[in-house]
């Protein structure tokens, strides 16, 4: 196995739109001619919605960052698609989109720990299917659009908009109880997270607390996972559980106990992701901090 220079410069690249002739010679060309190596490539087709998902080396670039970014965008263009450009342990502060609808637990507590910098992400906007959250947005100074759901398919449009406006880099599901559709899951695909309240892929769809507690479980678990068009199966991100007496606990305790999980693990899996710990390969999570370390003992290995 040759050398490779841990210090390298490494960036997700994601192309996405409707799918058509040319997409991938487009974008592989592009990204040779400037002087990029493909190390890894994951695409997806659904009905007609195209996604690549490319990790890449940019050590070695003929253009300077910027003029390179904004130049892989208009190639993308030239197909019909969207271009994303984000470098692995960059030091950038990512944007942060929440969704939300009644449930407050969630939302304060990631806004508590952003703003006492445990979770290094900024909120830029907070939109909801009620009303009910809009004063912790206005306390906050947060932007906040409450979106009605009566139609899916103007709600999603109406959420999209915003959220073109807002450039997040993430978008958070908290406790945020509108299904998502195909095409707006595939435009943000490796870039949701949501929280359930509990260990998947058990007890999925509404009122997991009220099947667990009538099955009698002695456990009860949150998961935070990514989004994905499988309701409550996107790959997993981080988990945590906590034990229920049977001779104590009632369904009210029983949610207490899962709310508090829910603010916990959510939280945690929002700070992974804006460290830049995680990156989705063939609809797994991995730690780039661990693959990181495990490829340079190997390359040292191989060097000595």
């Known amino acids: 196995m040759p050398y490779r220079n841990p210090s390298k410069k490494v960036a997700q690249v994601r192309i996405a739109g409707k799918d058509r002739k040319g997409i991938i010679a487009t974008a592989t060309a ?4 400037e002087g990029c190596n493909i190390e890894d490539i994951d695409q997806r087709l659904l009905d007609d919605y195209l996604t690549m998902n490319m990790l890449v080396d940019y050590s070695d670039l003929a253009s300077p960052l910027p003029q390179f970014i904004n130049k892989l965008k208009k190639a993308a263009l030239t197909v019909g698609c969207e271009a994303e450009f984000n470098p692995l342990e960059s030091k950038k502060i990512k944007n942060v989109a929440l969704l939300v609808s009644k449930e407050s637990h969630c939302l ?6 952003m703003k006492k910098k445990q979770i290094k ?13 809009k004063s912790i947005a206005e306390k906050n100074k947060i932007p906040f659009y409450y979106v009605a759901a009566e139609k899916k398919k103007l709600h999603e449009a109406r959420v999209l908009k915003i959220l073109e406006k807002f450039q997040p880099d993430l978008i ?3 406790r945020y109880m509108q299904i998502l559709s195909p095409e707006f899951v595939f435009r943000h695909e490796g870039k949701i997270i949501n929280i359930h309240p509990s260990l998947l892929p058990a007890f999925p769809g509404p009122r997991p607390y009220h099947q667990a507690f009538n099955k009698g479980v002695e456990v009860i678990g949150v998961t ?28 009210d305790t029983f949610i207490a106990k899962g709310r508090n999980l829910e603010a916990k693990v959510l939280s945690r899996a929002v700070k992974l992701f804006v460290d830049d710990r995680l990156a989705l390969r063939r609809g797994k999570v ?19």
């Not at 304060?108 to 720990?113: E, F, P, T, V």
């Not at 991995?286 to 000595?304: A, H, P, V």
């Open 30 to 33: 592009f990204l040779y001619k």
């Open 108 to 113: 304060l507590n990631l806004l508590g720990d």
């Open 121 to 133: 992400g900024q909120p830029v906007v907070i939109i909801g299917n009620h009303p009910d959250l």
């Open 172 to 174: 958070v599901l908290a």
């Open 224 to 251: 935070a996972h990514f989004v994905t068009t499988d309701l409550d199966e996107g790959p997993i991100i981080t988990q945590d559980c906590a034990r229920i007496d049977k001779t104590k606990d009632t369904v």
């Open 286 to 304: 991995i730690d780039n901090k661990k693959l990181k370390l495990l490829l340079e003992r190997t390359q040292q290995f191989y060097k000595e």
